[in-house]
């Protein structure tokens, strides 16, 4: 074993993949010295974490520069799924631990504590998510419907799915909740002739927004506030709702009433589209073998995932009829892969614009942090660990026969062929 061949190795240490390679605290070297991913341990303590699977904890290491890790990042990741000591889906699900859970996110929600970690997250820098990001900064699941498609053109495809599954059409009140950098927004309005309105608590991208409807000269439909869902007025009600990337910050404890206030948003008869991120186990709130603390500490904190089938409960708590489900987990691993890359060739840039607002030392552990978060999420959505729906919903108009098809009681025409025929978008 290790311990025979190495001085004051600890006993037990991991068995090694073939392409991982070792330097621990004392300089000694383990594995192949051609190994495409190398590890230099500092204290003895670490091994101890690798032994043990807490790849969260070794990764928070790496951010504080306890650990130095060499290697492309997909190599890295091809690494991690062989140290792991099991299906990180499985957690702990007594009784004792959804009453804290639920406890923990009655308390995390608050509307002062979700602005302030939104802000955590996508006030990082704009110019840094600019480096990685398309040129619209669409930060969320891409469609790639074509295969030989470019990070760009499937976010663009991605915006075109969401308006043509919400059926919009000139003129309709369209609310976006939690719009990022306007992508979907702005394309609606551009391709589909709505009244458009986003609402985001971060600063950074309020202004990013503001700035965009300016210079389109869209300013006469099209807004963007800097607002809690919470505190959305319900005197008008919209005719299409979208909710991308936005419920995984919500919380568990607040989902029912989340898709209460979009019912009450909703027009009779209108369709939201609920796109995010959900478990890949029916009870586990996030990753195992620490990788859901590590998200939660550098870069989601208050974020709560949650299967397909229990968001799908929320929203049927709150009234909606879901009225089509897709999967499009494989389309975000490619998306995190495509952003990953993209990072990883711009290491310097990315180092020169975070110390700009920030100083050198924070600038290298946030780079760190987010080139483990989008290497380890691609990884995550390969090995179904995680994935990614988009859940379309109708409130019922209560009227059986105000529609195309009789009982139908929405605009939804309970076919699938609108999605996909080609259409000419109402380009404005």
Not at 164 to 179: Q, S, V
Not at 191 to 207: C, E, F, M, P, R
Not at 218 to 244: A, C, I, Q, T
Request: hydrophobic share 40%; with cysteine.
């Amino acid at each position: 074993m290790i311990r025979h061949l190495v001085p004051d190795v600890p006993p037990q240490m991991p068995r090694l993949p073939a392409d991982i390679a070792l330097q621990l605290p004392q300089g000694q070297r383990l594995g192949s010295a051609n190994a495409p991913v190398k590890l230099a341990f500092s204290h003895w303590s670490s091994i101890a974490r690798l032994k043990a699977g807490q790849i969260g904890a070794l990764a928070e290491e790496y951010v504080e520069g306890k650990l130095q890790l060499e290697g492309a990042m997909r190599d890295v990741m091809r690494a991690v799924t062989k140290l792991l000591p099991g299906n990180p889906v499985h957690s702990d699900t007594s009784w004792w631990s959804a009453l804290l859970h639920r406890a923990k996110s009655m308390a995390a929600h608050t509307h002062a504590r979700d602005a302030a970690q939104i802000q955590f997250h996508y006030d990082v820098s704009d110019a840094f998510y600019a480096l990685w990001l398309d040129p619209r900064r669409v930060y969320s699941c891409a469609y790639y419907k074509d295969a030989a498609m470019t990070l760009a053109q499937a976010q663009e495809a991605k915006l075109d799915h969401i308006c043509r599954k919400l059926m919009l059409k000139p003129g309709e009140r369209f609310l976006d909740i939690g719009a990022g950098w306007g992508g979907l927004l702005l394309w609606a309005a551009e391709h589909y002739g709505v009244d458009a309105t986003g609402i985001t608590l971060s600063k950074n991208q309020h202004a990013h927004v503001q700035r965009l409807i300016e210079e389109k000269g869209l300013g006469g439909r099209v807004r963007m506030e800097l607002r809690d869902y919470r505190d959305m007025p319900e005197d008008r009600p919209f005719d299409k709702v979208s909710s991308v990337g936005m419920f995984e910050h919500v919380g568990h404890a607040n989902m029912t009433a989340y898709f209460k206030k979009i019912m009450r948003l909703l027009a009779p008869g209108g369709l939201v589209m609920n796109h995010g991120i959900t478990a890949g186990g029916l009870e586990n709130r996030q990753l195992g073998a620490g990788m859901g603390e590590f998200i939660e500490k550098y870069i989601f904190p208050g974020g709560e995932l949650m299967h397909v089938s229990a968001v799908l409960e929320h929203m049927s708590r709150a009234g909606l009829e879901m009225v089509d489900t897709e999967n499009l987990r494989p389309h975000y691993a490619r998306t995190l892969w495509n952003w990953s890359d993209a990072l990883e060739a711009k290491l310097d840039d990315a180092r020169r614009v975070l110390a700009t607002d920030g100083g050198a030392e924070r600038a290298e552990k946030t780079l760190r942090a987010y080139r483990l978060y989008l290497a380890g999420s691609a990884m995550s959505f390969e090995q179904g660990w995680i994935s990614l729906h988009q859940m379309l919903a109708a409130k019922p108009s209560g009227d059986v026969h105000d529609t195309a098809m009789a009982g139908a009681q929405s605009s939804y025409p309970f076919n699938r062929n609108y999605m996909y025929t080609p259409v000419q978008a109402h380009s404005v």
